[in-house]
Each structure stands twice: as C-alpha cells, then as structure tokens.
C-alpha cells in the first residue's frame, strides 16, 4: 500500500478532576475527543451530527474536529499525539468512528472514538521536527502533510508495532542528509563539534542572526568558535566568514564550499560528517538513529527494518 496519511491530535478535552484523558486514550487503544450530546450510549453519525449542531451553535471546533477524525481519516492512517511527561506515541487508525457516552467516557470527555494501535515513541529528540511543530496550532486535529515524515512514521510504527501490519516502504537508496530535517543537520554538527573538544554555549544557540547557529568554546585552549550549518543544495561562500573573531567551521550538508577558504575557516566535509554518523550512533539523537536506520534499510529492501 501507499505511504499512509500522518495526522496529529491535541488529546486535551474539559475531563473531570482526577482524570487524564490521553492516559484514557493510549491505555484503551483509541484516540477521541469530547462534545457529548446527552444521556446516550451510543448514536449514529446523522444523529449525532444534528444533536451536536443544537448543542453547540457557537462552536465550530467540534465540526472540525469531527470531520477529520470521521470523515477524513481513513483505516490504516497514523495518528501522533503525547501525554502530560512529554512523551509521543504514533498509533494506527485500525475502525471506524463510533460515539460511546458511557459513564468513564463521559468522565474523560472522550466520547467520539476511532480505535488505534498505540506505540511509545518517546521523548522529542525522537520525533521528527515538523510533527512536534504541528502541535503548535491550537486545533484539536490535523494532518501533517510531509512525505518525510510520512515515510519516518510508517518505518517507526513498522519496526514497533505488534499487530504484524507493515507499511510497504520505497526499495530506494536514500541521500541520509535529504531524509534530514535543518535542525537535525544542526544537532549532528553540535554533537560533531563537542566530540572535537568544542563545548556550545547554550545561550548563543537560536540566536536571531544569520551568521552561525551557536558560538563554542575549546575546553582545552577556550579558542573561541563557531558554526555555520545548512541543510540541502546551500553553497556557503567561506570569504563571508573571514571576519568572525575566531574559528568557524562551515557545513552544508548538499551544497559547496565556495572560494578561497581563510585562515579562520574551516570546511567538514560530507564524507568527515556520514564517518561521524557511522562511528558515534550511540550518542545520536533518537529521530537520527532512525533516519540513520531508515536510509540502511531502504537500500536492500524497503519493507520492514530490522529491530
């Protein structure tokens, strides 16, 4: 089958004291939202479509909330959400919608169901940056509408799940650095750096300029330092860093180093950076490791990755 839909939803409806509607949906094995519609146990969608529009005539949220879950998400789709700790999980729509108003769900404020094959992914750093940048937006669900993470979630869920359901993947021979988010070619040169004796100084990351994306120190000789990453076919021209007060070091991850390179510049090359991915997997972030895995196994044959 193709790649599935990725989607992410908000699981926080109004819940009684006392009661955690994510843990009521990852121990129950589906996701949901609220906007229950009376004293019923269960209803059919026409139904319930007109109890909700009298209910709720200055609410617009539960129709969008709605329409996605019942109407737009198809079996088979995956579905990222996260608990209070911070912790994400990616499940598989495995039914259809049904509307269950008993007392715990009404408890929950989680009435309005799709089953769903949950699997523990973990903390941020194992989760791509484009699904932890879905939650921003304040609405309960949407899709994330990224071919990468398309491809991450189904080999995750792939190499995770129990159900035996596999994703067909690509049989391709992926480039590790187009599979690589701008933030992951970042934390790679971060981690490269500190292995080199360079320690970052976390105020200077994020910094709002485009000359470097965090300023280092040498924990033997204190030499300042800095660097400068850039994620696809970016040439960086090294004359443009000649005047930064210290060392910089300069990598893009597709793109050339372009002039003559002063004194102070120093160019890592593709090859130095994939000899670091390979040598140091241990300390990578989670997501990298995955990536890492990801591109190894789609150059043989592109359906399950060995756990």
Known sequence: ?????????NIKPSAQPGVDPRKFC???GFLGVGWPVGDVASIEWRAYEKRAKAAYP???????ALNAIR???EQDDLCWTR???GRYYLGRITGPWKYVGRKENLAADVVNLRPCDWVSVGAVDAVPGKVVNSFVPSRTVQAVDDEAVQ???AYFYNAHSKSGFLYDLPSVKPNLFSLLSSEDCEDLVALYMQIKGYVLLASTCKRSTSAYEFVMRHRDTGEHAAAQVKNGK????VEDYASFPGKMFLFTSKGRYVGMVPSNVSCIADDEMRRFVSEHKAILPDRTKVWVDLAKDLSGHGTRPVK
Request: glycine content about 6%; hydrophobic content about 40%; cysteine-free.
């Open 26 to 28: 990852l121990s129950g």
């Open 71 to 73: 109407n737009r998400m």
């Open 234 to 237: 970016i040439d960086l021209r």
């Open 58 to 64: 200055n609410d617009s949220g539960w129709w969008r």
């Open 1 to 9: 089958m193709a790649l599935p839909t990725v989607w992410r939803i």
């Open 151 to 153: 491809l991450y979630s």
């Open 83 to 85: 608990d209070t700790t």
